[in-house]
């Protein structure tokens, strides 16, 4: 999905923290050659959006899961309350809490497994080899973008 076709159901949290990281009022993540592979919403429970690359390139996505819905079956989403987690073949590729009513913390992410070179855990988050920790980001649309837009 593109960052200006966002779905109507996504409510962006106010804030997000990953890893040592502070993201507030950001729309998204990541994008990966205009991409937005991953989207964490506010809602009742949270709620995830994760496109992976259909095209070894990058040039086409495909929704693996829409709205907490999952596409494949051997992706697996919980959500329940707080909390939202997504394991591919048993491995927890998500964990996240939300703490208050506009803020989620994610314990772990890894969309590695999906062909895309990020990850985070309680320290930093990882980007295509880069390592992003005790930062903040405000007002922006897109925390890093990598590829071509």
């Known amino acids: 999905m593109k960052l200006d ?12 923290n990953v890893g040592t990281n502070s993201l507030e009022n950001v729309s998204a993540l990541l994008t990966v050659n205009g991409f937005v ?3 964490l919403g506010n809602g009742n429970t949270p709620k995830a959006w994760l496109y992976v690359p259909a095209t070894k390139d990058g040039t086409d996505w495909y929704p693996l899961i829409k709205d907490n819905f999952s596409s494949h079956p051997e992706v697996k989403v919980e959500a329940g309350g707080k909390y939202l987690r997504v394991r591919a ?7 996240a809490v939300k703490n208050a ?5 994610i314990w772990k992410l890894d969309l590695r497994p ?3 070179e990020v990850f985070a855990d309680e320290s930093s988050l990882h980007v295509m080899g880069n390592r992003l920790s005790k930062n903040e980001f405000r007002n ?5 973008s990598v590829g071509n837009a």
Do not use: C, E, W
Not at 89 to 95: A, E, I, K, W
Not at 101 to 105: N, P, R, T
């Open 5 to 16: 076709d966002l779905p109507t159901q996504y409510k962006a949290f106010r804030h997000l």
């Open 37 to 39: 592979p991953l989207l």
């Open 89 to 95: 073949r048993g491995t927890m590729v998500l964990n």
């Open 101 to 105: 009513d506009d803020s989620l913390a």
């Open 114 to 116: 999906f062909g895309i």
């Open 140 to 144: 922006v649309r897109v925390v890093v």
